[in-house]
Structures are given as structure tokens and as C-alpha cells.
């Protein structure tokens, strides 16, 4: 089985601080996604990265970066973390031979104070 | 821009009645069409897919079918049970192969 771990669970943050949110998957695929989900507006893609070190934006990179310096972890950084950041985030990958099927991890509830 | 459009929820059902979430979409071209689950503190699951109009996808007792004419893909269950409790999510694949996600819509089944 697909195995996509997130680093925690449930985090809370201070407006300002950086944050950091990890995601690591253990099938080798190349493609992996950020999205938050927020309720009424469901899951908007944040990143998403094709390769080691590569990075493109999604719909919302405001206020976001990433990194992607091994295959199997893609990392989603909050600089200057701000409440209207506080959200459900997550991670997805796929391999580029699939492109219908996206596997998730379990979720980041961040929430910012 | 291409979009997902579900009918909003909750839903709340007895066990064993009869499910439909009504999902519609805009989108160029030939979208591929899904429906994602999440259950309670998990990430999303493929549930369904269907690829070309008038394919009917099915698992887990759930169906929906490709309707181009009416460009929707409604998730129908016979008889829910209560750990079908959870959110459910349409969604497209477009052209350039962005995966396009609806609202979300909660169900919540009562013994």
C-alpha cells in the first residue's frame, strides 16, 4: 500500500512564526502536492512539485513556499505564519505513470493564534 | 475556468436508505471524473473514476455515471450503512491534468 505520512497531526502556531509542515511517501512517486481544505471551499492546491527541486504554484502560493530536496519529502513552509492560515493541510502524491489516482496523507490541522 | 459544483451538506440519512450527492461540472474538452472520500480524521481515499462519457465507475456499493448531455456525476448508494459516515468530494481531472476539487459534502448515516 501507498503510504503518505504527514509530521503531525495538529499544530498551533503563533501569528509570525515560521512553520514548517513535512510530508514524506514511500512509493518512489515523482509528483506531490500541498493543498489546504477549508469548509464550504473544499481542497485548493497550494504547491506542487514534478521532480526533485522542481516547484510550481498552484491556485493559492500566497504566503507559502516549498521544498523538495530528496524525492520522497516534500516540505510546505508558512514564512510568517498568519491566522487566516489556520486550516487542514494536505499532502498528496502520485506517480507520474497514474495520473488519475492521488494518494493523501492524513492531515496537518494547523492553527494560528 | 473549469469547476466542481456539489449539492452542499450535511446529509443526514437512516441506515440503509438510499444515497444521492448530486455533483455537476464545467469543464473544456474530456474531463476525467472522480469522487474522493474522507473519513473522519483520515485523508481523502479514491472512492470512484470514470474517463469517458457514459462509463459507470463503482466500489464499496457506490456508483456514479459519466453524463456528458447533463455534464454531472451523481454518487448513488441502494442502502447506506452508518460507517458510510463521511465527507464526500467530487472531482475533474482537466486537460492540462490539474485535479479540480467541489465543496465537499458531509454525510452522516444514524443507526
Known amino acids: 500500500d501507498v503510504k503518505v505520512t504527514q509530521s503531525s497531526r495538529y499544530l498551533v502556531k503563533r501569528t509570525g512564526e515560521k512553520v514548517f509542515l513535512e510530508c514524506v511517501q514511500d512509493?518512489?512517486?515523482?509528483?506531490m502536492f500541498w493543498y489546504r481544505q477549508d469548509p464550504g471551499l473544499g481542497l485548493r492546491l497550494i504547491y506542487f512539485s514534478y521532480d526533485v527541486k522542481m516547484k510550481e504554484k498552484g491556485d493559492i502560493p500566497e504566503g507559502y513556499s516549498v521544498s523538495r530536496e530528496k524525492k520522497e519529502r516534500f516540505s510546505l513552509i508558512l514564512e510568517s505564519a498568519s491566522t487566516n492560515q489556520t486550516s487542514m493541510y494536505l499532502c498528496a502524491s502520485r506517480d507520474k505513470g497514474a495520473a488519475d489516482t492521488q494518494y493523501f496523507g492524513p492531515g496537518t490541522r494547523l492553527t494560528v493564534l | 475556468g473549469d469547476s466542481v459544483t456539489q449539492m452542499e451538506g450535511p446529509v443526514t440519512l437512516s441506515e440503509e436508505a438510499f444515497l444521492t450527492i448530486n455533483c455537476t461540472y464545467t469543464a473544456t474538452g474530456y474531463p476525467s471524473l472522480f469522487w474522493y472520500v474522507q473519513y473522519p480524521g483520515e485523508g481523502l481515499q479514491l472512492l470512484l473514476k470514470?474517463?469517458?462519457?457514459?462509463d459507470k465507475g463503482s466500489n464499496k456499493g457506490f456508483e456514479a455515471t459519466y453524463r456528458k448531455e447533463t455534464t454531472s456525476f451523481h454518487l448513488e448508494k441502494g442502502s447506506v450503512q452508518v460507517s458510510d459516515s463521511a465527507v464526500y468530494f467530487c472531482?475533474?481531472?482537466?486537460?492540462?491534468?490539474?485535479?479540480?476539487f467541489g465543496q465537499g459534502t458531509e454525510l452522516s448515516v444514524k443507526p
Open positions: 472531482a475533474l481531472r482537466n486537460q492540462g491534468g490539474k485535479l479540480i
Open positions: 512509493m518512489d512517486h515523482e509528483n
Open positions: 470514470a474517463t469517458k462519457a457514459d
